[in-house]
Nanobody, 124 residues
C-alpha cells in the first residue's frame, strides 16, 4: 500500500527558502507523475508543480515559476520541492500526490495517492 509522507514544512520569513520532501513508504513501485499541491486559506487545492520521473519533464504554476523547483529521486520514490523567494501568499498546507498511470498535469482530480500535508507559513 502506498503511503506518501511529506516533511519540511516550517515557518519562514518573506524572501526565505524551504525544501519539502515527500517519501513513499509503500511497495516501491514507480510513479508516472509526482506533484505538489497546496491549499491556502479560503481557496481550493491548487497545483504547484509536477514532474514525470521517467522523462524528467516538469511543469509549474505561473505563481511559482522561477522560484520553486521540483525534483525526484526515482530510486527512492521521493519527490522534493525547493522553494525560494517565498512570499506570504505561499502560506498554506502543501500536499504531495502521485499516480502510476499516465503523464498528469496540475489537476488534483487526476491523482489517487496523497500525503497528509505539511504546513508552510511565510510571514511578512
Amino acid at each position: 500500500q502506498v503511503r506518501l509522507m511529506e516533511y519540511g514544512g516550517d515557518w519562514v520569513q518573506e524572501g526565505g527558502s524551504l525544501t519539502l520532501s515527500c517519501v513513499d513508504s509503500g511497495d516501491g513501485y514507480g510513479f508516472t507523475s509526482m506533484a505538489w499541491f497546496r491549499q491556502t486559506r479560503g481557496n481550493e487545492r491548487e497545483g504547484v508543480a509536477v514532474i514525470w520521473p521517467y522523462r524528467g519533464t516538469t511543469q509549474y504554476a505561473d505563481s511559482v515559476k522561477n522560484r520553486f523547483t521540483i525534483s525526484v529521486n526515482s530510486a527512492k520514490n521521493s519527490v522534493y520541492l525547493q522553494m525560494n523567494s517565498l512570499k506570504p501568499e505561499d502560506t498554506g498546507v502543501y500536499y504531495c500526490a502521485a499516480v502510476r498511470s499516465g503523464l498528469k498535469g496540475l489537476d488534483a482530480n487526476l491523482y489517487n495517492k496523497w500525503g497528509q500535508g505539511t504546513q508552510v507559513t511565510v510571514s511578512s
